[in-house]
Structures are given as structure tokens and as C-alpha cells.
């Protein structure tokens, strides 16, 4: 794999956020729900076999993953637990991807310090380095918006917004609307139409475009078919990490990590990549190595 291409892959496993000027977000409860009752039939009869929807959409100079999803969990619970940084570490360390994860600052200087490389373990040096803002929108009785930012990223590519919006639908049940983006320029564009073109040529997305002779669905690939698995990747740390809440705090880590993992496997089309024993081990590792050093 040459550089460009691994950049590309890292790039590519992000799939951190369109939300620049151009995307659209609640900002109060009633509008989220409204944007949910929209989504009624589809949240009801889908692919997925429960109650999410998954969309992607390219433009000339960036890329956008959204999540919309209904959960079995409270507003009371859901909102609180996921404001802060160490909490959002806790959420994006669960990505294979993500090889560590470090809050610093307080308020209004609050950040995230990650480390993002391949989808196997490597020595963080040949990782790269990223730090996101991190900001509360809107915190209410019963609606949450955070946003996560980075302005600038590795070859061109640049603001990348992670957008996680809450709202509480009745006593027992909170929507969830999560989009990704990220901005690219020419430098960016080939380097992803590369590892397309290459390793990851036969990777789709979920966005069914057709049937094929047989009668199967025909997924979605190129660059919406990553921003789309990795949609989800997140989407699923969020659920395993609201998941595990029930638990001890000392059982809830491994509770997360069965849980994220079962999750990609329900998908295996667009999502297996290791399996069971090495995920596991392999986060296990970089946790401890995060906690031996401080963060």
C-alpha cells in the first residue's frame, strides 16, 4: 500500500462530517421530531430490520453521511450521557479506526485529541493526529445538539463536522439524528479515487442503486459507499456505548466492545474486517497503553 493510499484509507475511515455551512440541523425538539415523523415509513420498513435510516450525498467539494434512528432509551438518560469529552472518547475509541482518544480543555476550549489509522493495530507514530473541537449547541429538557470540528485535515481535506442531535419522543423512546462531513480538494479527491481504484475497490455502502442478474441488491460504492459504512461504524459506538450504561462502570468497556462488534457483524456485506478476537484485543491494548501514558 503506497502512502497516499494509506492517507486515503485514514481519510476515508473519518468520514468525519459535512456539516459545513451547507447542512441543516434541528436546533430544538420539535423540529427533530417533525424531522423523524417524516421519516415514519422508512424508520418502520426498512433493510435494516429496525428503526433507522441511513442516507449519503456527494458534491463537488465534500461528502455527507446521515443516521436517523429511533431508540429504546429516554431522553433523561440519552442527553446526559452523551455531553463531555471523556465521554466522546469513550464513544469513538470503540471505531477500529480510532487508535486513541484524549479530552482536554474546559469550557469553552473543550477538544478531542484523536489518533486515526488502519483498521489493524500499528505504533501511533505512524497514526495521524487530529484534534476536534468540541461544543454543546443545545442542551434543554429535552433536546441535545453537539458538534465536533476540525478545520483542517491531512491532504487537502478540510472542514470535518460530526453532528449528534437528540430529542425525547415520548417517556421511553429518544431520536437520534447523526451526520458526518467532511471538505476535499483535488489533492484529496485522487488520493481516495486511488484506494477506491485499489484495496478498496470492492467495498460498498448500504444505498441500494439496482439488482444484480441474480435478483440481489446492488450497493452503493466509491466515496458515499465509505462515508456510509463509516455512518454507521459510529452510529453503532454510539448505541454500544448508551448500551452499556446499565452495567457497572468497571464491565461497562468490555460490554461496549461486544456490543460494537456484534453490531458490524450484523452487517457483514459492508462492515466485516476483524474479527471477534482480534477487535477485541486490540482495543484492550490501546486502552491500556492510553491509561499507562496519561491519555
Known sequence: MTTSQRLAEVMLALALAAGGASSAHAQDA??????????????KSNAFQRPIVLASSEGADGLRGDIDASIDQPFAVVGAALQGVDRWCDILILHLNVKQCRGTGSNPGDALQLVIGQKHDQP?????????AY?????????LQVQLSADTGPLGTSNYRIVLEVAALDSRRSAVHLSYAYGFGLVARAAMQGYLATLGRDKVGFSVIGRKPDGGPEYIGGTRGAIERNTMRYYLAIEAYLGALSLPPAQQFEKRLADWHSGV???????????????VAMKR????????TGG
Not at 420539535?30 to 424508520?43: G, M
Not at 501511533?124 to 476536534?132: I, V
Not at 461544543?135 to 433536546?143: K, T
Not at 491494548?285 to 499507562?292: D, K, L, T
Open 124 to 132: 501511533l507514530d505512524q497514526a495521524y493526529r487530529f484534534a476536534f
Open 135 to 143: 461544543e454543546v449547541i443545545a442542551s434543554r429538557p429535552d433536546y
Open 285 to 292: 491494548e490501546q486502552i491500556r497503553r492510553q491509561q499507562a
Open 30 to 43: 420539535s423540529a427533530l421530531k417533525s424531522r423523524h415523523a417524516a421519516l415514519h415509513d422508512a424508520l
Open 265 to 279: 457483524e450484523r452487517y457483514p456485506i459492508q462492515l466485516r474486517e476483524l474479527e471477534r478476537g482480534e477487535y
